[in-house]
């Protein structure tokens, strides 16, 4: 009995074959065109889940996650403030020149539930020429129009996922100055101020943020070490469960308690501080992260820090008259200085140097042991004699003044 080999195919089969090896080279040639337009894509066109972990020094203050597509990005933020955790989740969508064309955003409690509040949802429709902010309430819809050509959205703190459209309309030759609403509904402006390197510094946010993007326009860093907000968000893995994230984070408290010092001078004779005392968080003080070189600080934190003085005082030349001021430092390479100013009543950036009354060089030592809270002191060295002394990190400032008769 005759077999045929266990490999040989008949004529008709081997033609079968050959038809559909030919059909498979055709799809395979006409596919090439497509996976060659695919490798070439940008990454940023691709959906990508990211998040960004902000961060006081060694404390997590906030977590952003997002999602980007081409259609747009659509993100939540998780916050642990004073009293509570809070939540943010926000929408954007793209038109097909890039820019934003519908944006929201809610505010949530910690479990996800709406924040209590008579405004449940943000709405902001974005025209050519023009922006619509619509507040939802339980029974209503506030709509109010702007007149604004090609505006985008200003997001509130710790929500800069969004900067990746901003930053790619940038690359595409977009100006870096344009039209933002947020949901207060103050028209102002967003972008990019360009720096060294690979970063740009935020233009009409809350906080000047230093932002570092790589070359696809995705976000790896913000940097607020230069600003007064001190945070700094690193960019991390997605698929985050927001949810169980919010649950166990704990409320921050008060970060920097505010604190009043004083020394009595005789009858009626007094001195009094009143500041905000911020914490070290392993950042480093004195020419680093909080008190940088040749900048103005506000020697605390939050509001001004407030001097009081019943009796005239005298720093070195510098004479203060019975009254109210505030108190500046400028840590420098040649010497740290107090500055004294007749502005009250501010917050700690509003800085106005031509009401600056004078300045006086403090002497600088070695703390006796790390002070991690700022700790201002009002010495009483003797009916008329004391001193200023600042106590941060392993320096002790000191300025000694002297202190007038009573009238």
């Known amino acids: ?141 506030q709509r109010r129009a702007f007149a604004a050509k090609g505006a985008m959205v200003s997001w509130p703190t710790f929500v800069y996922g969004p900067t990746e459209v901003l930053s790619a309309l940038r690359a595409s030759g977009a100006v870096d100055s344009i039209p933002a609403i947020g949901p207060t509904g103050n028209l102002g402006f967003t972008g990019f101020a360009s720096m060294s390197g690979d970063s740009v510094r935020l233009r009409g946010g809350f906080y000047p943020m230093v932002l570092r993007f790589d070359a696809s326009n995705r976000l790896q860093v913000v940097d607020g070490s230069t600003t007064t907000n001190k945070v700094v968000g690193t960019r991390g893995a997605g698929g985050m469960d927001m949810t169980a994230l919010a649950k166990a984070l704990k409320p921050t408290g008060t970060l920097s308690g505010r604190e009043d010092v004083r020394a009595g001078f005789g009858a009626g004779g007094m001195v009094l501080v009143d500041y905000g005392r911020p914490s070290v968080r392993e950042r480093t003080v004195w020419g680093g992260t909080l008190v940088p070189f040749d900048s103005i600080w506000r020697a605390g934190a939050n509001d001004a820090t407030h001097l009081f003085t019943t009796r005239t005082l005298t720093f070195g030349s510098m004479v203060l008259a019975p009254g109210m001021y505030t108190l500046w430092v400028q840590h420098t390479r040649g010497g740290t200085f107090l500055i004294v100013n007749r502005q009250t009543g501010q917050w700690g950036t509003a800085y106005d140097a031509a009401q600056d009354i004078g300045r006086v060089e403090m002497t600088s030592a070695a703390a006796s042991s790390f002070v991690e809270t700022f700790t201002i002191a009002v010495r009483g060295l003797g009916p008329t004699r004391g001193a200023l002394e600042f106590s941060w990190g392993d320096r002790v400032l000191t300025a000694p003044f002297t202190v007038g008769a009573a009238r």
């Open 1 to 141: 009995m005759h077999t045929d080999p266990p490999c040989a195919v008949p004529d008709r089969g081997r033609a079968r074959v050959a038809r559909v090896s030919r059909s498979l080279l055709n799809a395979e040639f006409l596919m090439r065109p497509l996976a060659l337009l695919l490798a070439f894509i940008p990454s940023a066109l691709v959906a990508q889940s990211a998040s960004l972990t902000y961060r006081l020094g060694k404390d997590t203050v906030a977590i952003e996650q997002y999602t980007r597509t081409p259609a747009g990005i659509s993100g939540e933020m998780v916050q642990r403030s004073g009293p509570a955790v809070s939540r943010l989740a926000y929408t954007m969508t793209l038109g097909t020149n890039g820019r934003p064309t519908v944006a929201t955003l809610r505010r949530l409690q910690a479990d996800g539930t709406p924040a209590p509040g008579p405004v449940s949802e943000y709405r902001f429709t974005l025209g050519v020429d023009s922006v619509v902010r619509e507040l939802v309430f339980a029974d209503s819809v």
